[in-house]
């Protein structure tokens, strides 16, 4: 088993910045943030594995994840926030490697209790 805390999260305007983080109990091969709004599927944000990462389009250029393997950490910086970011955001981790040709939650076994981040225009 793996447990995955995360910390961050929050209330800011349009244009602005958080940081999320997460911590894993042991060593993941592939972690990432997923997101879900009210409504809405669960859709990956990004993700990170040796060698590799990922972001979905609508967040290329805005949100940056670093990876430490040797912590079991990831943290996801959101820059030039949107209305359209609020959503509940999961840390998500796999001791697989599932990930590397999968981006979305099938992909992850274990899974964070997610951090509401909320955009407000």
């Known amino acids: 088993q793996v447990q995955l805390v995360e910390s961050g999260g929050g209330s800011v305007q349009a244009g602005g910045s958080l940081n999320l983080s997460c911590a894993a109990s042991?060593?993941?091969?592939?972690m990432g943030w997923f997101r879900q709004a009210p409504g809405k599927e669960r859709e990956g944000v990004a993700k990170g594995y040796p060698g590799g990462t990922w972001y979905a389009d609508s967040v290329k250029g805005r949100f940056t994840i670093s990876q430490d393997n040797a912590k079991n950490t990831i943290d996801l910086q959101m820059n030039s926030l949107k209305p359209e970011d609020t959503a509940m955001y999961y840390c998500?981790?796999?001791?697989?490697?599932?990930?590397?040709?999968?981006?979305?939650?099938?992909?992850?076994?274990?899974w964070g209790q997610g951090t509401q981040v909320t955009v407000s225009s």
């Open positions: 998500a981790g796999d001791r697989g490697a599932r990930c590397v040709n999968n981006n979305g939650p099938t992909a992850f076994e274990y």
């Open positions: 042991r060593y993941t091969f592939c």
